[in-house]
Nanobody, 122 residues
């Protein structure tokens, strides 16, 4: 079993900041911790879920162009927690943000968190 719990969402004004957290746990997680690849996705109303930022298999990070320079993905391995720092938020960043864990040769094993709502509005 792998459990992903997101937190940190909320209502923020344009130009504001938020930090999302994703805590991973579970009996299965313990055995895949070293190979798990963590990422953040988002889904706005009426749109498909899209990747925002992710770690790669090599441990580097990738950030989508739409949020590059504003969003940063990081992690604390000791706490099994992945973060998404979001700055200079815009109304178009409004969405449900999901944490994703994948592992496997082709990243075929995927787990999702329940999502946390981020609303950017004045």
């Amino acid at each position: 079993q792998v459990e992903l719990v997101e937190s940190g969402g909320g209502l923020v004004q344009p130009g504001g900041s938020l930090r999302l957290s994703c805590a991973a746990s579970g009996t299965a997680f313990s055995s895949i911790r070293s190979v798990a690849v963590m990422g953040w996705y988002r889904q706005a109303p009426g749109k498909v879920r899209e990747m925002v930022a992710t770690f790669t298999n090599s441990g580097s990070t990738y950030v989508e162009d739409a949020v590059k320079g504003r969003f940063t993905i990081s992690r604390n391995n000791a706490k099994d927690t992945t973060y998404l720092q979001m700055k200079n938020l815009k109304p178009e960043d409004t969405a449900v943000y999901y944490c994703r864990l994948s592992y496997g040769v082709l990243s075929e094993n995927v787990y999702w968190g329940q999502g946390t709502q981020v609303t950017v509005s004045s």
